[in-house]
């Protein structure tokens, strides 16, 4: 019984930003929980790749190429989904990106890139699937928080600013969609071995702070995001809502 909680046998996944690094391994995770997954992102040749490679394991995979930062093109994409391939259970909004400069430097069309990349997208994208769960009464947001949702540091304010309020629209999804039996919660990663920090694995002296900040003491794989997904994408979270929770090897629970 215990296990069949986790299973996620006839819904439908769609994740964004998902033909690579935590997007692609929350898919392929939720694939292999039984979702049929819908990869979203804009490189079309991208996504046929990664979903090819779910296909071959025999699971049930689409693809939806938009741009999760224009709104036209999410409420085509999403509806198209809808009409294409059936109904969306749950959604994680995983489209993000970083950009590093010091606050009085950071130029302010990079400054509107990643709040539109971060941000918006939400807005667009969560706006979209929700209209469709209400009627229906049941489904599942995951939003992509970070543990800069909780904590600054130096060269990132734009990216800690959108991860802030990914954590208050969670909370704020939560209070007004829970009475449709929508739960809406977020993950917030630690620092994870991708293609968005390979600048700062790179540097010996910032993975050195990695590690020795972290309580686990090492970097977290993008496969150890997977649990967290699956378990709030299913039934096994269904009176959780509101919740950020932090997969970060303890990085926020110490000082
Ligand atoms: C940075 C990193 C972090 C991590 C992640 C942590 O520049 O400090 O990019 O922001 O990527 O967001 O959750
Ligand atoms: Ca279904």
Do not use: C
């Amino acid at each position: 019984m215990s296990l069949s909680l986790f299973s996620l046998e006839g819904k439908i996944a769609l994740v964004t930003g998902s033909g690579q690094g935590i997007g692609l391994a929350m898919a392929e995770g939720l694939s292999e929980a039984g979702a049929h997954v819908v990869l979203n992102g804009r490189d079309r040749a991208k996504l046929e790749t990664a979903a090819r490679a779910i296909a071959t394991a025999g699971r049930k995979v689409s693809i939806a190429a938009f741009d999760v930062t224009d709104h036209a093109a999410v409420e085509a994409g999403v509806a198209a989904i809808e009409s294409e391939t059936g109904p969306i259970d749950i959604l994680i909004n995983n489209a993000g990106m970083q950009k590093r400069a010091p606050f009085t430097e950071f130029p302010v069309d990079d400054w509107h890139q990643v709040v539109a990349t971060n941000l918006h997208s939400v807005f667009y994208v969560t706006q979209a699937v929700t209209r469709r769960m209400v009627p229906r009464g049941r489904g599942k947001i995951v939003n992509i928080g970070s543990v800069m949702s909780e904590l600054g540091r130096p060269t990132i304010v734009p990216y800690t600013a959108t991860k802030g309020a990914v954590k208050m629209m969670t909370r704020g999804l939560a209070a007004e969609l829970g009475k449709h039996n929508i739960q809406t919660n977020a993950i917030g990663p630690g620092y994870i071995v991708t293609e968005l920090n390979k600048a700062l694995i790179a540097d010996e002296t910032f993975s050195s702070w990695v590690k020795s900040r972290t309580p686990s003491g090492r970097w977290g794989e993008t496969r150890e995001l997977v649990g967290a997904a699956i378990f709030l994408s299913s039934a096994a979270s269904d009176y959780v809502n509101g919740h950020l929770l932090m997969v970060d090897g303890g990085l926020t629970a110490v000082v």
